[in-house]
């Protein structure tokens, strides 16, 4: 699978758009972009993933480059509750379960 | 729908003991995973058992060793406990649907001590 470099940390004000980049250089061609975020003490959440076309659901919006070697989580209204670690996994389709958690990116959302 | 129950939620044990964690997954889900987490290694992928076989296994020592019913209930081991040992321990069930993408929906952990 794909090394992918996250910054370790940001900040996002409450109410404001939260976009969370994602670098994945050696991404092959049949690799997925999947998203996930941990909440302190709780069990990673799927919130989205994608192949090449940008995608979204209720929870976000995810934005392919279209040379695939990045890409953007949005969380379009941040609220205090999405304060999190996000990590940003590429992955083969259909892995059997097994994905590669890099350290992520620590979203901050301030009041 | 319930969602993925892991039992006990914490467990505190000595080196040298063994422990077995529980995982029950969303009704209907035929494959579950394990993740380890700690501070220093982040979330590590341990095995993923699907109709009771072992079908993925990351590289952790044979001292880590699972098991899965035939109701898709999946049970964990480790013996010889080492104070390394001390972590978050992860269940993820998922549909495993034929031809289907996969979402991993995971439990709240089971926190291990190692004194």
């Known amino acids: 699978d794909a090394k992918t470099t996250q910054p370790p940390s940001m900040d996002c004000a409450e109410g404001r758009a939260a976009n969370l980049p994602c670098n994945h250089s050696t991404i092959s061609g049949n690799e997925y972009v999947y998203w996930y975020r941990q909440i302190h003490s709780q069990g990673p959440q799927y919130i989205i993933h994608g192949l090449k076309n940008n995608e979204t659901n209720e929870m976000a919006s995810l934005i392919i480059t279209e040379d695939r070697k990045s890409s953007t989580l949005i969380l379009p209204h941040a609220t205090l509750r999405d304060t999190a670690v996000y990590y940003c996994?590429?992955?083969?389709?259909?892995?059997?379960?097994?994905?590669?958690f890099g350290q992520g990116t620590e979203l901050s959302v301030k009041p | 729908k319930a969602g993925v129950t892991q039992t006990p939620r914490y467990l505190i044990k000595t080196r040298g003991q063994q422990v077995t964690l529980s995982c029950s997954p969303i009704?209907?889900?035929?494959?579950v995973s394990w993740y380890q987490q700690t501070p220093g290694q982040g979330l590590q992928f341990l095995f993923e058992?699907?109709?009771?076989?072992?079908?993925n296994k990351g590289n952790f020592p044979g001292r880590f060793s699972g098991r899965q019913f035939s109701n898709s209930r999946s049970e964990m081991n480790v013996s010889t406990l080492e104070l390394g040992d001390s972590a978050l321990y992860l269940c993820?069930?998922?549909?495993?649907?034929?031809?289907?993408?996969?979402?991993?929906?995971f439990g709240s952990g089971t926190q291990l001590s190692v004194l």
């Open positions: 993820a069930s998922s549909p495993d649907r034929t031809g289907g993408d996969e979402k991993l929906f």
């Open positions: 996994i590429a992955s083969h389709y259909n892995q059997g379960g097994k994905l590669i």
């Open positions: 058992y699907f109709s009771e076989t072992q079908r």
């Open positions: 009704s209907g889900h035929r494959s």
